[in-house]
């Protein structure tokens, strides 16, 4: 069996050697059809368009993608191609709610807000939304939910985000059709009914948000502050957005050792199940370096701070920091 996988998959690789004869690893912007023309399976990351163009005519017939979203994946041709594909649904959630923990702990500390008087909208509530929302309960804050296809009755309209919430923030997969279509949900119209000039924070997907719209609402006073893990147009960011954005960062939210491996796991397993292999054993998280230590302050696990100041030095280098990214930790080791 012959498996190529995207090369910035980490800790990944020793496991798919015991099952596999041949393992291939490409960066996964690059991978051709050529590529995977006599692969078995192909793992991927976002990066990495799975469709016909890439497909047709491959010996592939599994295809797992190590995220949660899989907007990336052509599903109508898949089902037609007959090959099985997977995502990894909640495999991060723990690591994007740790990256909004620290925003709003930053929020506390640098611009000085008080979190027990701050009312924080959160729209969707899936796998990341519901741990954000334990987050900001936990914080002391007061919770809208907005997540209309589940609708549940303790969750609110948008409307009622938009007039009360002094933070909004996005948690949505990317849709386009029906009722419940995503793309742009925080156009120039949402920003024009905003109430309370909240702060709006986005790690779902770029194209949630419209970008220009967000910095056209920054610019005339409709949002106080932006914090951007994802963006329209990635890597190609817009810049002036950039300059005006408080916290931005690379699309890593989710990029924690912690949230890898739950991926990495996933895949195999699923690998495992399609192809009926023996399964190699779990794949762990690397310990926290020696000598941290560790006060209770969660910033000192992770502080977003420092990857937005990364990005602005170097905007250019957005997908080089991505891909190079050094995977944090979500929780301490017991022996620290």
């Not at 998959?9 to 960066?27: F, M, N, Q």
Request: charged share 25%; glycine share 6%.
């Amino acid at each position: 069996m012959k498996i190529v996988v995207d090369d910035k998959i980490p800790y990944i690789r020793e496991k798919l050697s015991l099952l596999a004869d041949e393992v291939r690893c490409l960066p996964g912007a690059d991978i051709t059809a050529a590529d995977v023309h006599d692969a078995d399976a192909l793992i991927v990351r976002t990066r990495t368009r799975c469709d016909e163009q890439l497909l047709a005519g491959s010996r592939v017939q599994f295809v797992a993608t190590a995220t949660i979203g899989f907007d990336h994946i052509d599903t109508a041709y898949m089902l037609r191609a007959g090959i099985s594909w997977t995502n990894c649904p909640g495999c991060n959630s723990g690591s994007v709610a740790q990256y909004v923990e620290g925003v709003l702990l930053l929020l506390q500390q640098c611009k000085g807000v008080s979190l027990r008087d701050t009312t924080i909208g959160i729209v969707g509530c899936g796998h990341v939304g519901s741990k954000v929302r334990n987050v900001a309960l936990r914080l002391g804050m007061r919770v809208l939910v907005c997540d209309p296809p589940l609708g549940h009755a303790d969750m609110v309209a948008l409307d009622v985000i938009e007039r009360e919430a002094d933070v909004v923030t996005f948690h949505v997969p990317l849709t386009d059709d029906g009722l419940y279509a995503t793309r742009h949900l925080a156009d120039e119209d949402f920003f024009h009914r905003l109430s309370r000039v909240p702060y709006i924070i986005n790690t779902s997907r770029g194209e949630v948000v419209d970008n220009t719209s967000l910095l056209a609402a920054l610019q005339n006073g409709k949002v106080r502050d932006a914090v951007l893990d994802v963006w329209e147009n990635e890597p190609h960011i817009l810049l002036p957005l950039l300059e005006r954005t408080w916290i931005a960062t690379p699309h890593i939210a989710g990029y924690s050792a912690d949230g890898k491996v739950n991926a990495d796991n996933m895949v195999v397993d699923a690998l495992c199940h399609h192809f009926h292999l023996p399964h190699p054993g779990r794949i762990v998280a690397p310990p926290l370096p020696s000598g941290f230590v560790y006060t209770g302050n969660p910033l000192e696990l992770y502080n977003p701070m420092t990857d937005s100041e990364r990005l602005k030095a170097d905007p250019s280098g957005f997908e080089r920091q991505r891909n190079h990214y050094p995977l944090r930790r979500e929780q301490v080791d017991e022996k620290v």
